[in-house]
């Protein structure tokens, strides 16, 4: 099969089926709609004859193609043998369909890769996934890409894909990891991922079937990446998304067991659902998630009521489309029941990280954040709690020894009206990364823009001492929480970093 996925590989790559390829054939605006599943651009763009337009028609358009068009562009026997494609008998005859979505994807360092997912379901779409049956594997979604883009990407023995699905987090982890493990509850899923890997040129993985961590039983990892099927439904009725277990516990035992699997300095990447229940702070909901010995970063992008949640979902589905509008009444009401009786009056959407410190004192950072970043985050990710290493060593003294640097993608700006003598704030603001922004005072300003690792915190704060005429025992006093918190959220680094 090795020898044949190559030889299939070769042959899409060839006819230029590639993330690129496809955007120079179908232009930016289909290529755009492809991505919300709504092909009627696409196939227009493909109208012409020719091994790519082929390629697209059979693979991500799941448009029966002629015979002779299709055996002109792959080997097609093989494709046959192996369940690629299979001879068409509803099109008059002299036809193949794909019975799979193949789909073109871009690797980090420009890897030419394929995700194989079942038909029709790379990213969704208008229809959902209505009438596909409760094992579907999904493709290609935008929370895929993004537990991609936060996962720290340095070189690691063992990784662990947990539910891996079409297999894009264990394709990834193979680029840094010398063994990589991927789990799924649903045995058809981890047939795509071999598929996915295979296709794509990445080495095997060890897959196995199961349930959360009992597959790996008593192993432990580098690294861990979850995208699981994290939506807090009424009941289990799609494996993909609708993880058997009542709220959001799913997610919560997934953290809580993740500290025993981890390797020390080894991180957790998920992605993750929780409520938010009346008389509960849904920060110290989240912290007692954390397992002992990790640090954690939280990150809530998005917070939906639960009449916007479950409209989400039941679209998601295809519940939408109904004919008995009374069938979907009665789903929704389900939702809304179960909501009601846990207390839920929003479900909340983000990131967790967990890295195993084994410190004493462990850093846990929640907020909300749901301002766009930059992605990938990974390198911001692995700095963020290389900072919290950082600081946690450091007593105020000590900290006003340090020498530091301003980051370099971070930006001055002065607000006030125009010909004022002096602003009113100073804000300095990330141009990468979270792209976070922070006000700060004169001393602030003053000390961020000479940081350039000459001098010690100490020495700057006491030449603004005498510049504002300040008392620079009380500056000294004073600022070392203000310095903590530059540092913490990254604007300013140590100039001499271990």
């Known amino acids: 099969m090795p020898d044949r996925a190559g030889r299939l590989r070769d042959a899409l790559l060839a006819a230029d089926f590639t993330a690129d390829g496809l955007l120079e054939l179908l232009g930016a605006s289909a290529y755009a709609a492809l991505a919300r599943s709504e092909t009627v651009p696409a196939l227009r763009a493909t109208r012409a004859d020719g091994p790519l337009a082929t390629l697209v028609r059979l693979f991500l358009l799941q448009r029966p193609v002629p015979y002779e068009r299709a055996s002109a562009v792959l080997p097609l026997d093989e494709a046959l043998a192996d369940g690629w494609v299979v001879e068409d008998d509803d099109g008059g005859g002299g036809q193949v369909r794909a019975t799979v979505d193949v ?50 990407r340095t070189p690691v023995a063992s990784a662990l894909d947990l539910g891996t699905g079409s297999g894009i987090q264990a394709l990834h982890a193979a680029q840094h990891a010398t063994r990589v493990t991927a789990t799924d509850l649903n045995p058809r899923a981890l047939e795509f991922a071999r598929l996915t890997l295979a296709l794509s040129g990445a080495p095997e993985a060890d897959l196995r079937t199961g349930s959360l961590f009992e597959p790996v039983a008593s192993e432990t990892y580098d690294l861990i990446v979850s995208n699981p099927p994290f939506v807090i439904s009424p009941g289990a009725r799609l494996t993909y998304r609708d993880g058997g277990m009542g709220g959001d ?47 954690a970063w939280i990150v809530q992008r998005e917070v939906q009521d639960v009449t916007q949640y479950a409209e989400l979902w039941l679209r998601d589905a295809g519940d939408h489309l109904l004919s008995d509008r009374e069938e979907y009444a009665a789903r929704y009401e389900a939702w809304l029941d179960e909501f009601e009786a846990r207390k839920t009056r929003a479900v909340g959407f983000g990131w967790i990280t967990l890295r195993k410190s084994g410190a004493e ?104 001492a005498q510049l504002m005429g300040e008392d620079p025992v009380l500056l000294r006093d004073r600022t070392p929480q203000a310095i903590r918190l530059l540092v913490e959220e990254g604007f300013l680094e140590p100039a001499t970093r271990v």
């Open 361 to 464: 004192e462990p850093s846990v950072v929640i907020e909300e954040w749901p301002h766009p970043v930059e992605q990938p985050l990974g390198e911001t990710v692995r700095a963020h709690f290389a900072r919290q290493d950082y600081l946690r060593t450091r007593d105020d003294a000590a900290l006003l020894a340090d020498h530091f640097v301003l980051a370099p993608e971070v930006m001055q700006e002065q607000v006030g009206l125009p010909g004022a003598e002096d602003p009113e704030h100073v804000v300095l603001r990330q141009n990468r990364g979270m792209r976070r922004a922070t006000k700060v005072d004169a001393v602030g300003a003053g000390f961020a823009g000479v940081c350039d690792g000459t001098l010690s915190a100490g020495r700057i704060l006491d030449a603004i």
């Open 249 to 295: 516990d799913l997610c919560r035992s997934l953290v809580q067991q993740a500290g025993e699997r981890l390797n020390e300095g080894g991180f957790a990447h998920f992605l993750a659902n929780w409520q938010h229940v009346e008389g509960e702070d849904w920060q110290e909901r989240l912290r007692s998630w954390v397992p002992r010995g990790c640090d």
């Open 103 to 152: 789909r073109p994807y871009g690797g980090p360092e420009g890897q030419d890769w394929f995700i194989v997912s079942d038909l029709g379901c790379a990213v969704g779409g208008a229809a959902g996934a209505s009438g596909r049956g409760e094992g579907v594997v999904l493709g290609v979604g935008g929370a895929s890409t993004t537990l991609a883009g936060i996962t720290v």
